[in-house]
């Protein structure tokens, strides 16, 4: 089948795990069902009404890239299951930054920290005297 085109399918053939091969064809409402809901894999012409008709099956191939560019890794991010509380957590455990590089997440939980730190308040000073212990 060339690329970029759409093609009508009459069926598959599916040859299970002891060699046997079996014709499936599309499966389609019947037409004086009057259905109301949505399809998957079927094409329709954007704007129409919904036709008492069931759509042809249609398969589309669309071209892809003939070349992909891969690299590193730049983000890693470990879930963490909680099955006490029934959540999962995602950690990050780098984290990219704008100048294309990355850093380790608890280097940056740190730096967070370090800022959140640096804009609260001062601790008030203790009112009571601290208790010395005497032995003699």
């Known amino acids: 089948m060339p690329v970029a085109t759409v093609a009508e399918v009459k069926g598959i053939a599916v040859t299970n795990v002891f060699g046997e091969r079996f014709w499936v064809e599309p499966v389609r409402p ?20 919904i036709v008492r008709q069931a759509p042809p099956p249609r398969l589309v ?8 560019q891969e690299s590193a890794a730049v983000e890693e991010v470990a879930l963490i299951r909680d ?3 029934n959540m999962v957590w995602g ?3 780098r984290i990219p930054l704008a100048s ?10 740190g730096n967070i ?4 730190r640096l804009s609260s308040p001062p601790r008030p000073r203790r009112r009571h005297p601290r208790l010395r212990s005497v032995t003699r």
């Open 30 to 49: 019947p037409v004086e069902a009057n259905w109301q809901s949505w399809t998957l894999f079927t094409l329709s012409a954007a704007g129409t009404q």
């Open 61 to 68: 191939l669309l071209p892809t890239p003939a070349k992909v």
């Open 83 to 85: 099955e006490m509380a």
């Open 91 to 93: 950690i990050e455990r």
């Open 100 to 109: 294309g590089g990355v850093k380790p997440g608890a280097e940056a939980g």
């Open 113 to 116: 920290g370090a800022g959140c």
